[in-house]
Nanobody, 125 residues
Framework: QVQLVESGGGLVQAGGSLRLSCARS????????VGWFRRATGKEREFVAV???????YYADSVKGRFAISRDNANNTVYLQMNSLKPEDTAVYYC???????????????????WGQGTQVTVSS
């Protein structure tokens, strides 16, 4: 069983930064693609960023150039550095792990088998 725990959310003014962490309990985090998704109130869950097993990254167009995903396999942690935050970034952010065999990580939430509980990010204008 893969357990994921997010942290680092909070309240920040527009233009500010936050760094989210996703910590995995257990072994061999590097076997998984790890993604970040978010759900704003009244909206569907959407893809934010993903990092593959070997460190290749993909981003949603809405966050490209502002967010950066990275992983520290030795410490079983994936990070999402969020800069130049906008009010429209306000959402609950979830990390998720995908241990399936595809080389290229999916951006679809349904392909992720393990999810954290989420952390709230609120950006004030």
């Amino acid at each position: 069983q893969v357990q994921l725990v997010e942290s680092g959310g909070g309240l920040v003014q527009a233009g500010g930064s936050l760094r989210l962490s996703c910590a995995r309990s257990g072994s061999t985090f590097n076997r998984y693609h790890v993604g970040w998704f978010r759900r704003a109130t009244g909206k569907e869950r959407e893809f934010v960023a993903v990092i593959s097993r070997i460190g290749v990254t993909y981003y949603a167009d809405s966050v490209k150039g502002r967010f950066a995903i990275s992983r520290d396999n030795a410490n079983n942690t994936v990070y999402l550095q969020m800069n130049s935050l906008k009010p429209e970034d306000t959402a609950v952010y979830y990390c998720a792990a995908n241990g399936r065999g595809a080389v290229r990580p999916s951006t679809g939430a349904s392909d992720y088998d393990y999810w954290g509980q989420g952390t709230q990010v609120t950006v004030s204008s």
